[in-house]
């Protein structure tokens, strides 16, 4: 009987892994889809506030440069302050959100109708390119033909 379930779960086990391994297969390929041209999001108050703490920090302490004490000093004055000394952070994020938003909106124009332009963009740098080779052969015919 433990023979019997043992080659029933092998076959289970097996049809796991298989299906494990193409899951993989699919998340390499829609990490290679993400466009460099796409605009960041945006920080939040609280990584806004980090980057001024952690120069206030490393001034502070300049021998502790490990990265999980001043996360850890940051998150503690964090939650420590009032919604008053938050505020100005707050207002930075919100203006950085603003403009992230006016970039996603011309991103996404430019990509419904500039697709065109994209391809023709390329082709332009094939044909530039392709126009340096074919003068260079015809720079070797040239020499050729002189001697």
């Known amino acids: 009987m433990k ?3 043992s080659k029933a779960d092998t076959g289970k086990t097996d049809s796991r892994l298989k299906s494990k391994g193409a899951g993989a297969g ?3 390929s829609k990490k290679a889809a993400k466009d460099p041209n796409k605009p960041k999001r945006p920080a939040s108050a609280f990584f806004v506030f980090m980057e001024e ?3 206030q920090y490393a001034k502070e302490h300049p021998n502790n440069k490990a990265v999980s004490a001043v996360g850890k000093a940051g998150g503690e004055k964090w939650k420590s302050m009032s919604e008053s000394e ?3 952070f ?12 006016k970039n996603m909106q011309a991103y996404n124009k430019k990509l419904a109708g500039g697709d065109g ?3 023709e963009e390329s082709d332009k ?7 340096e080779e074919e003068g260079d052969e015809s720079g070797e015919e040239e020499e050729e ?3």
């Open 86 to 88: 938050k505020a100005p």
């Open 3 to 5: 023979g019997g379930k």
């Open 90 to 101: 707050v207002a930075k994020a919100e203006k950085r959100k603003t403009e992230y938003n």
């Open 26 to 28: 699919k998340r390499q």
């Open 145 to 147: 033909d002189e001697e």
């Open 117 to 119: 332009a994209d391809e």
């Open 125 to 131: 740098s094939k044909s530039e390119v392709n126009d």
């Open 53 to 55: 703490f952690r120069k």
